[in-house]
Every structure is written in structure tokens, then in C-alpha cells.
């Protein structure tokens, strides 16, 4: 039996978001987030990173905020069938200061979301 590991449940997306390496914080990639949980995220990017690296996202959860960063550290990265693309897995090390409420009601407002869409599939 395949059973699921997560603690906490993972949100699929398709968003836009900005990484900059710890170690070079100029260079900033687009890159679009494809899921999202409490503890992690994963994103499409055109480049890989090596497990370890330490990177920040940046990104909008409500389109008139600041957007909040993540300092995240990656888990494993991966290349896509598709060639060129790479999607890597994060594990969430810490929230700006300042954004970690309007990232827990990002987070409660679709769990919520998913609690209903599921409520309706029954």
C-alpha cells in the first residue's frame, strides 16, 4: 500500500515566483511553483540546483501585499521529459519577518479551499 508521507497536505499551483541563490542573491530566475505545503514546495525552473543549496522565493500571495519570501533549502532537483526544464523539491528553513501571518492565511485559506472542493466530490 502506497500510504503518503506528508505531514501536512500539499496544495497543487501554478504560480510565478522569483529565486535568488543564498550565495548569489543578484541573480534572480523565474521559476513557476507547481505545489505548495506547510513544510515545502516544489518549482519548474530552466536550471537545476544541488541538494543543499540554500535559495529564497519570492512571491505574491495576495496581489496587493509585499510578497513574502521563503528561505528554502533543496531536497532534489530533477530534469523533466520534456528536456530543458527542471523541477526541484523544498523544504521551507524560514519565513521573512513580517510575512509569516499573511503565509499562514495563504496557507489556512486553501486548505479551506481544498476541504470544500472535496466536500463537493463526495
Known sequence: MNQERRRFVRFKLDEEVFVTEQKEPSKKLNARVKDISAMGLSFESDREFEKGDVLVVEFSVFSEDEPIQLRVEVVWSNELKEGGKFRTGLKILG???????????????????????RDKEA
Open 95 to 117: 519565513i521573512e519577518e513580517g510575512s509569516e501571518n499573511k503565509f499562514l492565511l495563504y496557507y489556512c485559506n486553501r486548505l479551506m479551499e481544498e476541504y470544500y472542493r
